[in-house]
């Protein structure tokens, strides 16, 4: 099993930073990919940016030029900094990780318990 946490969430005003936090623990040969999700109020689930073991990034196109994710394979933690920010930023963003339990297995999908961010004035 594979348990993320998250951090960083919380109400900033438009053009205003947050820096979001997941770390990943538990038992795991390895992760492959972490990245961001968001789910807005009546909207479906939306990648928001995803980064290999790698260093290899990609982004959605709402979000670039905007925000950065990162990764600390040591630390197995993702982090996703978010720069002028907008209301329409506004969801709950959830973290993801494709983990294998051995290395011989093929990676599975674990989810964060989400933490919301909100842009208001």
């Known amino acids: 099993q594979v348990q993320l946490v998250e951090s960083g969430g919380g109400l900033v005003q438009p053009g205003g930073s947050l820096r979001l936090s997941c770390a990943a623990s538990g038992r795991f040969a390895s992760i492959t990919v972490m990245g961001w999700y968001r789910q807005a109020p009546g909207k479906q689930r939306e990648l928001v940016a995803t980064?290999?073991?790698?260093?290899?990034?990609n982004y959605a196109d709402s979000v670039k030029g905007r925000f950065t994710i990162s990764r600390d394979n040591a630390k197995n933690t993702v982090y996703l900094q978010m720069n002028s920010l907008k209301p329409e930023d506004t969801a709950a963003y959830y973290c993801?990780?494709?983990?294998?339990?051995?290395?011989?297995?093929?990676?599975?999908?674990?989810w964060g318990q989400g933490t919301q961010v909100t842009v208001s004035s």
């Open positions: 993801n990780a494709e983990a294998r339990v051995s290395m011989s297995s093929i990676p599975y999908p674990y």
């Open positions: 980064i290999t073991s790698g260093a290899n990034t």
